[in-house]
T-cell receptor
Framework: NAGVTQTPKFQVLKTGQSMTLQCAQDMNHNSMYWYRQDPGMGLRLIYYSASEGTTDKGEVPNGYNVSRLNKREFSLRLESAAPSQTSVYFC???????????FGQGTRLTVV | AQTVTQSQPEMSVQEAETVTLSCTYDTSESDYYLFWYKQPPSRQMILVIRQEAYKQQNATENRFSVNFQKAAKSFSLKISDSQLGDAAMYFCASFAGGTSYGKLTFGQGTILTVHP
């Protein structure tokens, strides 16, 4: 039972490079989320998808795009990475938002 | 707008003692849910306790309980008989129903240290 799987676990990018963080869940959850975690800032919501076919901006969407590819997968894309995007990124899912959210193991991204 | 504020960056407690972590929130929704999550050094996020806003009774889970003050928009977590394994970062979170349906917002986190 894999739960929420994020890839990659670690990544180093040069400024201006692009990349996509992948997230997949096998729990048939409706809602999916992308967060970034920075020291002293907690978990900040980047984008979320309340259900398949919908996506909405969170608190810090600038510089990111998302795709809810199907019910299982929710990817996060950095088109032109900046050092300010150095962070730990978490994907999460929940059956319904009011129920428990399950998190992936996180991706540590460094932009140099 | 939906915000969650944790004003205590760090807290400490002696083993077997009781500690309370503070959280305030703001939401325009009448339908919402509140959570406390624990994040140990492994970075795994673990649900500690959950509260439905429409319920007046405070949620409890073994040694963990909340003090939910709806009018004050306050949602504190009390840990009784603290154990070394309780040491972690704790996050307060809110989920909005209504017009902001689907948004799950977290606070800044509180680092809890447990002294033997």
């Amino acid at each position: 039972n894999a739960g929420v799987t994020q890839t990659p676990k670690f990544q180093v990018l040069k400024t201006g490079q692009s990349m996509t963080l992948q997230c997949a869940q096998d729990m048939n959850h409706n809602s999916m989320y992308w967060y970034r975690q920075d020291p002293g800032m907690g978990l900040r919501l980047i984008y979320y998808s309340a259900s398949e076919g919908t996506t909405d901006k969170g608190e810090v969407p600038n510089g990111y795009n998302v795709s809810r590819l199907n019910k299982r997968e929710f990817s996060l894309r950095l088109e032109s990475a900046a050092p300010s995007q150095t962070s730990v990124y978490f994907c999460a899912s929940s059956l319904k938002g009011r129920t428990e959210a399950f998190f992936g193991q996180g991706t540590r991204l460094t932009v140099v | 707008a939906q915000t969650v504020t944790q004003s205590q960056p760090e807290m400490s407690v002696q083993e077997a003692e009781t500690v309370t972590l503070s959280c305030t929130y703001d939401t325009s929704e009448s339908d919402y849910y509140l959570f406390w999550y624990k994040q140990p050094p492994s970075r795994q996020m673990i649900l500690v306790i959950r509260q439905e806003a429409y319920k007046q009774q405070n949620a409890t889970e073994n040694r963990f309980s909340v003090n939910f003050q709806k009018a004050a928009k306050s949602f504190s977590l009390k840990i009784s008989d603290s154990q070394l394994g309780d040491a972690a970062m704790y996050f307060c979170a809110s989920f909005a129903g209504g017009t902001s349906y689907g948004k799950l917002t977290f606070g800044q986190g509180t680092i809890l240290t447990v002294h033997p």
